[in-house]
C-alpha cells in the first residue's frame, strides 16, 4: 500500500499494476514488469527507477513566457517546514503508488532556501529527519543527492568555478550540507551537476584557474565524503553551453578528460542524461558508450528533447529505437555502475491534472522496458553479434591480431600494405543494421 501523510494527494489512484500490452488501462504498466528476468536479472534491478524531486514535486511549468500553471495541492503551505513535508508526503505517495523504489533530489528543493547558511542547515536538517521516516516506513531507497548550486543569483559567474573565491567556499559549504544529508539517507551515490561552471566570453576569463578550482573542489568534496564514510559513487552530470556558452562539462569525453585529469578515476563516473547527449551534438547511445569504454557509466537521467527546440525541455522519453540502440549499449556493458534511471523530465505546462504526471511516468518506463526487450531480443536471437565479429574479423587472427596485441610496428604495417595491395572494399551494411533493430521493435 502506498505510504501517506495527513491526506491523499493523488485522489482515485492506486498502485499501478503491470496488465501488459493488451491493456486499455491508461494507469497500467504495459511493459514494465518488475519482475520479468531479462538478460539475468529483474527488469527493477536493470533500471532502479527513480523520481526526480525538482521536476515532479517543484516544477509547476512556469517558462521564460510566463509564470506556472500547475496547482498543486502541497504547496498550499506558506511555512516553509509544513510546505516542505506535505511535498514530502506526496513525493512518497506518487513514489510508492508507480512502485518505484528510488528517488533523486537537489538540496533545495526539499526545503526553501533561507536566508542564511546556518538557517538553510537547520531546515535541511528538520527535512533530513523526516525523510528518514518516510523512507524506513515506505522501503524507498535515496538513488543519489545534489546541491543546487545554480539557482541563487550569487552563482550568477559559477560555483566552483567562480571568480570570487567567497562565493566558491558559500558552494563548498553548501555542497557539504548536501553531503551530510545524502549520507544521513543512505544515498547510494551523489551527483555534481555544474549548471554554470563554464563562461560567457573568454576576454574575462582565466580558464586554466577556473578548471583547476573544479578539479580542487571536487577533490576537496570526495576526501570530506569519503571521510564521513560514504561508500558510494561521485557522478557528473555533462552538460553543453546551457545556460553558460560554454560549460566545462561539455560532453562525456571532456567530463571523463576532466575526471582523469585531476585524478578522481577511482571515485567518479558520469551520470549521462539523454537531452544532454542531443544538445551536445551526439546521441544518447554514444555518450552511453564513451562512458562505458572508460568504465564511468554510472547512471542515467531519462528525458528527451524537442527536435524543433534547441534548448533543454526535458520531456519523458517516448522514442522506443533510441532507448534500444541505448539498451545494447548498457547490456553488452554490464549494465550501470552504482546509479539507476532517474526520470529527470517533466509533464508539458499545459498537462495540468495531477493524473498527467503517473501517464507521463508509465510511459517514460514502459519506453525504456520496451527497449530493454527489444535489446535483449537482437542479442540473444537475432544474427546482430555476428555481423559485428564479422565486419571486425580481420583483427581476431593473423597480422591483425598481432596489431590488437601491440606486436607490430610502423614498419610492420609498411610491409603488410606493400605486400596485400590494394585493400578491398568492404560495405558497412548499415542499413541491414537498421532493419535488424526494427524487426525486434
Not at 524507498?140 to 546541491?147: C, D, I, P
Not at 537475432?382 to 574479423?393: G, M, N, Q, T, V
Request: net charge negative; with cysteine; hydrophobic share 35%.
Amino acid at each position: 500500500m502506498a505510504v501517506l501523510g495527513n491526506k491523499e494527494y493523488f485522489k482515485g489512484i492506486g498502485e499501478i499494476p503491470y496488465e501488459g500490452k493488451e491493456s486499455d488501462n491508461p494507469l497500467a504498466f504495459k511493459h514494465y514488469n518488475p519482475e520479468q528476468v531479462v538478460a539475468g536479472k529483474p527488469m527493477k534491478e536493470h533500471f532502479k527507477f527513480a523520481m526526480a524531486y525538482w521536476h515532479t514535486l517543484c516544477g509547476t511549468g512556469g517558462d521564460p513566457f510566463g509564470p506556472g500553471t500547475k496547482q498543486f495541492p502541497w504547496n498550499a503551505s506558506s511555512e516553509p517546514i509544513a510546505a516542505a513535508k506535505e511535498k514530502a508526503d506526496a513525493a512518497f505517495e506518487f513514489i510508492t503508488k508507480m512502485g518505484f523504489e528510488y528517488y533523486c533530489f537537489h538540496d533545495f528543493d526539499l526545503v526553501d532556501e533561507a536566508d542564511s547558511l546556518a538557517e538553510s542547515e537547520k531546515r535541511i536538517q528538520t527535512m533530513v529527519d523526516y525523510l528518514k521516516q518516510k523512507q524506513e516506513a515506505s522501503g524507498v531507497k535515496l538513488l543519489w543527492g545534489t546541491a543546487n548550486c545554480f539557482s541563487n543569483p550569487r552563482y550568477m559567474n559559477g560555483a566552483a568555478s567562480n571568480p570570487d573565491f567567497n562565493v566558491v567556499a558559500h558552494a563548498g559549504a553548501q555542497i557539504k550540507i548536501a553531503l551530510d544529508a545524502t549520507i544521513e539517507l543512505g544515498g547510494q551515490n551523489y551527483v555534481f551537476w555544474g549548471g554554470r561552471e563554464g563562461y560567457m566570453s573568454l576576454l574575462n576569463t582565466q580558464m586554466k584557474l577556473e578548471q583547476d578550482n573544479i578539479g580542487r573542489f571536487l577533490n576537496m568534496a570526495k576526501d570530506y565524503a569519503r571521510g564521513q564514510g560514504f561508500k558510494g559513487n561521485f557522478f557528473i552530470e555533462p552538460k553543453p553551453m546551457e545556460p553558460m556558452k560554454h560549460q566545462y562539462d561539455f560532453d562525456a569525453a571532456t567530463s571523463i578528460n576532466t575526471i582523469r585529469e585531476y585524478g578522481l578515476q577511482d571515485d567518479f563516473k558520469l551520470n549521462i542524461e539523454v537531452n544532454h547527449a542531443t544538445l551536445a551534438q551526439h546521441t544518447f547511445q554514444h555518450e552511453l558508450q564513451v562512458a562505458a569504454n572508460a568504465g564511468m557509466l554510472g547512471s542515467i537521467d531519462a528525458n528527451r528533447g524537442d527536435y524543433q527546440n534547441g534548448w533543454d525541455t526535458d520531456q519523458f522519453p517516448n522514442n522506443v529505437t533510441e532507448i534500444a540502440e541505448a539498451m545494447l549499449v548498457l547490456l553488452k556493458s554490464d549494465g550501470l555502475e552504482g546509479g539507476g534511471v532517474n526520470f529527470d523530465a517533466k509533464t508539458r505546462r499545459n498537462s495540468t491534472d495531477l493524473e498527467d504526471i503517473f501517464l507521463a511516468h508509465i510511459g517514460g518506463a514502459d519506453t525504456f522496458a520496451r527497449g530493454l526487450l527489444v535489446a535483449d531480443a537482437v542479442l540473444q536471437k537475432s544474427s546482430y553479434e555476428d555481423l559485428l565479429d564479422k565486419r571486425y574479423a580481420s583483427f581476431a587472427s593473423g597480422a591483425g591480431q598481432n596489431f590488437v596485441d601491440g606486436k607490430l610496428t610502423l614498419l610492420d604495417l609498411y610491409q603488410h600494405a606493400q605486400s596485400n595491395g590494394e585493400a578491398k572494399q568492404i560495405s558497412g551494411k548499415q542499413e541491414l543494421y537498421e532493419n535488424l533493430l526494427n524487426q525486434y521493435v
